[in-house]
């Protein structure tokens, strides 16, 4: 943690050393794909992906695109410690052409547009600036995008583009305050140090409201769970959104803007956008909607300590854990079935890390003799909202959050 030190306002020599060294490890070279693959079961049976230990600062990971790197976490991360290691977190860009190396000494982070004092940020400026750490789930809008029927296109993630961490770093709106936000502004754009490879392509910003960016919430983070940030979710700095789908999570932040309209750029005016209807829900194959930009998360749970169709000893009583998020809130309770949906048990939840993080769960659930087992896991976040039985579709194959469900065989 030395390069963040704030006794000498603090990047050391490591810190730069770490950085530049991650991108000169592999990015540019071509991963080699390892032999074991993993089996995510989505439909339409292409279930086999191949795991990759290829990437500078990553561990094993599902291959999901070499270039630029959509890498997806395997769920049985999920079942060690509710943190996601670094390593082991997922990792996905828009655009080929992201920095394989940051030079953090004349990295600077510029904020202008609507403001009294546009501002060009060191790293050491912005490493003794008030902070705060926050727990939250970083979690793809087209998370489990994979899993709808009818298939739509685009990343065919299983439920591993997610992940949690402790996040440390400077509150957006000391930023905001310090360059003065003049009257009239509506949005604040944020943009990172990746391009369009394509001279005709949108650059990959997003916008939040103005009000939601200075809720004291928002936060240009710099470490992640202790340490810096792997260069491939965002080294030196990037936007945390707490409860908020990280299409918003700016990685290599590098520009603020602040802007009196708003944002009508391709990335929230055409894309990242879900249906106004109830649960982002529409008939299968329309495509003509009212749209809104995606926003808050929704809750979900997840079964970590089973696997798809694996098999267990006879038994009565089966120990059955899991990961939950309440999404824009915390999680309330966790309820588990053994027989589809029938009845259902209470889980234990563990310790609470905060309203934005994973909670762990655990529960003993009685099963019917030998046989399959259809296991399926229920949370409620503090704001009373449930998961719902019934999957939802839209042709982005965002926002998934039904009950989901795992079949084992005991006995
Ligand atoms: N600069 C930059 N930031 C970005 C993106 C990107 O393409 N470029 N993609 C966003 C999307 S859609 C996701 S899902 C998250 C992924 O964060 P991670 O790679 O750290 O897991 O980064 C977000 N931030
Ligand atoms: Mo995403």
Redesign the pocket.
Known sequence: MDWFDPADGGITRRGLLAGAAAGAAGLAASPALGQSMVDLRLPGGNGGRPLTTAFPQKGSMILQRMHPPLLETPMSVFDGDVFTPNDR???????GDIPTAIDVKRYRLRIGGHVDRPLSISMADLLRMPRMELAAV?Q??GNSRGLFQPRVPGAQWGHG?M?NAKWLGVPLRHVLDLAGVKAGAVQVRFN???QAVLPDAPD?RKALDIDHARDGEVMIAFAMNGEQLPL???FPCRLVVPGWY??Y????LDRIEILPQVDDDYWMAKAYRIPTAPGANVVPGTKDFPTTPINRMIPRSWITSLEEGQSVGLTSVLPVGGIAMGGDSGVARVDLSADGGKSWHRATLGPDPGKYSFRRWDARIPVAGPGQVSLMSRCWNMAGVAQPADPIWNPGGYMRGNIETTMVKVG
């Not at 977190?89 to 655009?95: A, D, G, L, P």
């Not at 999570?249 to 290599?252: R, T, V």
């Open positions: 977190f997922f990792v996905r860009w828009h655009w970083n793809c809008a583009a992940g990172g140090g990746d990959f491939l979710n965002g990280s299409t999570w700016i990685k290599i």
